[in-house]
């Protein structure tokens, strides 16, 4: 069943939860900043406030009693330098008074008992300080100390009773300050907790919803997964949680099933396969049966066909050599086809078993020099050569790595094809020459014969293919074809070049050796760096060497190189 998708996100939820903690987070910390402005201010009642006026208050008393005391000094000397500390304490007091009244802008009560301060004190003065002074400076001390009674020290008691509500208030407000002061800190620490009861409250929440939201939604994914890798590929994922994990399960369903799908190609592919493999083997074993069978053919074909064959050829030509002209012309003709018939099977078979022999019975590679070969082979084809009047020619060929016989073989068919293949009333010209194409020898064979339509151009190496009749032009069709077999062992490729102007030539390529890849690419090199010399190499040119009728070929070909070339040698029958 297919779960529902709906609901919240997970994203959804997380900044929804953030959110709200964000917003009582920033309302604590905002009230905390608030209450800490407010502790700040209230600090700073009690410390550059209530704190000076308290002490100034108490100086302000200091300073009248050292007026109360100069003018009871003064009444009983006389002196004026007793007056000194009246003097002075006047000064300081109004310096004290003027000081505290820049501190009572929030205290307006203690501003009223400084008030009440300096009328007590001024009314002192007035009625008790100034008269001592004048009647001590005009009628002695005398008279002086006769004015400081009991009603003089009622009002500088009044005056210090003044003084000590000033201090009672200025305390009071202290106290007061103070108080504020435990309040608005009380407050701070209580906001301070209860930010961290939200943080933990929120935290705790957090990883609530996590375990639910996201944690056992993704353990049961991941067991349902791991049913799914260990081989249960039918078990269905389904997934509960936030719709994020619930696509997401419907996503791994879809891989899973889409696994599954593979698997079952993989395995029907597989059961193909299996199929295939033992078609195929049964098949190898009946090639291998085949090539046995065909085995004991060519020993057969080999031994046991060839003599009877030799007797019927042997005793067609006694009859043809014996009664020839004897009989009657039919008969003569009855003979010839017989003994023509007998010389085509033995051709075909020797054929036959040169076919099924290249590749199967081998002597190894060996480094081979071409020039030699051609040697040999102008050897074997001396008698055609004669016959048609054929000039064979061959120019800087290399040596390479392969099976001399076969390789052999391989020139030989090309050429007698070229001697085969002439046009009538043309000498023959057959030319065999090889150039270096990246890591491979381009070897062609070329004449001026009848030449190749391009539409057979393939054709013609074809087992049995022939483009003429057997009157025209004999043989048994497998010359080619022994020539791709031979080119194809050896690593390389047959074709026939129809754009040449005239006649047929025959191109295959076979592996070069790696010291003469080197060399060229050396060579290749050199001539780069030399800017400007055009001077064509020794190599270059292509030398005809003639050789005389009659002379031994295969000594030729087995001479050493000259001026750095492998060997160069023309065949001329005329």
Not at 90 to 118: C, F
Not at 187 to 212: F, H, K, P
Not at 252 to 258: N, T
């Amino acid at each position: 069943m297919k779960p529902v998708v709906g609901g919240w996100s997970l994203r959804r939820r997380v900044i929804t939860l953030l959110a709200v903690v964000g917003a009582l987070l920033i309302g604590l910390a905002a009230a905390e900043a608030a209450v800490a402005a407010r502790n700040r201010t209230q600090i700073d009642a009690v410390l550059n406030q209530t704190g000076p006026l308290r002490v100034q208050s108490q100086e302000l008393l200091n300073a009248l009693l050292d007026q109360e005391t100069a003018i009871r000094g003064y009444a009983v000397s006389g002196d004026q330098a007793d007056l000194n500390p009246y003097r002075e304490g006047l000064e300081q007091e109004k310096t004290v008074v003027a000081s505290m009244r820049k501190l009572l802008d929030d205290y307006p009560q203690i501003g009223q008992e400084l008030r009440m301060v300096e009328e007590q004190t001024a009314q002192w003065r007035q009625s008790v300080a100034a008269p001592v002074i004048t009647t001590t400076e005009q009628s002695g001390t005398s008279a002086g100390q006769a004015l400081i009674t009991e009603r003089a020290r009622q009002q500088f008691d009044q005056v210090r009773s003044a003084v000590n509500d000033l201090q009672e208030e200025i305390l009071d407000a202290r106290e007061q300050a103070a108080a504020n002061v435990r309040t608005s800190s009380n407050i701070l620490v209580v906001l301070l907790i209860v930010a961290a009861l939200v943080v933990v409250v929120a935290g705790t929440l957090l990883l609530l919803s996590l375990d639910r939201m996201v944690i056992r939604p993704l353990i049961g994914l991941a067991d349902q997964v791991r049913e799914v890798a260990e081989g249960d590929y039918q078990h269905g994922i389904a997934t509960t949680g936030p719709p994020e994990f619930v696509r997401l399960g419907e996503d791994v369903d879809a891989m899973r099933q889409k696994i599954a799908a593979d698997l079952a190609e993989v395995r029907a592919a597989r059961e193909r396969i299996e199929w295939v493999n033992n078609q195929l083997q049964k098949q190898a074993e009946e090639l291998t049966r085949s090539n046995r069978d065909l085995e004991q053919f060519a020993y057969v074909a080999s031994h046991d066909l060839q003599e009877p064959l030799r007797k019927v050829a042997s005793f067609c030509q006694l009859l043809q050599r014996r009664y020839a002209g004897q009989l009657d012309e039919r008969a003569d003709q009855y003979i010839a086809f017989a003994v023509d018939g007998a010389q085509r099977m033995q051709r075909l078979i020797n054929d036959l078993l040169a076919f099924s022999r290249i590749g199967r019975l081998t002597t190894g590679f060996t480094e081979v020099d071409l020039n030699k070969v051609m040697g040999d082979v102008a050897g074997q084809t001396e008698a055609a050569r004669q016959y048609a009047d054929a000039e064979l020619t061959w120019t800087g060929l290399p040596v390479i790595s392969g099976e001399e016989p076969l390789l052999t073989n391989l020139l030989a068919n090309l050429v007698s094809n070229s001697i085969k293949f002439r046009r009538p009333d043309v000498p023959s010209k057959v030319h065999v020459s090889a150039r270096l194409v990246g890591a491979e020898w381009e070897i062609t064979c070329q004449d001026n014969g009848i030449g190749i339509e391009p539409e057979f151009a393939d054709k013609i190496f074809v087992i049995f293919q022939r483009l003429h009749s057997k009157d025209a032009y004999p043989g048994t069709g497998i010359g080619l074809a022994i020539v791709k077999k031979i080119v194809e062992y050896h690593g390389g490729r047959v074709w026939v070049d129809t754009d040449v102007p005239e006649g047929t030539a025959i191109r295959f390529t076979l592996p070069a050796l790696p010291g003469d890849v080197a060399a060229a690419e050396a060579a290749d090199s050199s001539e780069g760096a030399d800017d400007g010399d055009s001077t064509p190499r020794p190599e270059a040119a292509a030398e005809l060497v003639e050789q005389p009728e009659g002379s031994d070929q295969p000594d030729r070909a087995d001479e050493g190189p000259r001026s750095g070339r492998t060997g160069d040698m023309r065949e001329t029958v005329g």
